[in-house]
């Protein structure tokens, strides 16, 4: 069983920035890929970057080139860093990690952190 807990948001200006923190704990049998997906109220969740075991990187549109996702792995810690926000960030940030355990792939969820972006 893997454990994940957000942080780092918060309140922040439009233009501003914030860096959110994914900590895991528990045994991760065989990491296959974080991602960071944000919900809005009365909206679907949707996924906004992932990176993968071998360090590729995706990133949603809307946040192509203001956003960054990394990982260390010395920390268990994922990070999404977040440049140049806009009103329409704001949202619950989940933090997501795809483990493989016995040849199946079990998904984790952290309990989320919300950011808030102001005009």
């Known amino acids: 069983q893997v454990q994940l807990v957000e942080s780092g948001g918060g309140l922040v200006q439009a233009g501003g920035s914030l860096r959110v923190s994914c900590v895991a704990s528990?045994?991760?049998?065989?990491?296959?890929?974080m991602g960071w997906y944000r919900q809005a109220p009365g909206k679907q969740r949707e996924l906004v970057a992932a990176?993968?075991?071998?360090?590729?990187?995706n990133y949603a549109d809307s946040v192509k080139g203001r956003f960054t996702i990394s990982r260390d792995n010395a920390k268990n810690t994922g990070y999404l860093q977040m440049n140049s926000l806009k009103p329409e960030d704001t949202a619950v940030y989940y933090c997501?990690?795809?483990?493989?355990?016995?040849?199946?792939?079990?998904?984790?969820w952290g309990q989320g952190t919300q950011v808030t972006v102001s005009s």
């Open positions: 528990g045994s991760i049998f065989r990491f296959i890929s």
């Open positions: 997501n990690l795809r483990d493989l355990v016995f040849g199946t792939y079990r998904d984790y």
């Open positions: 990176i993968t075991s071998g360090g590729g990187t």
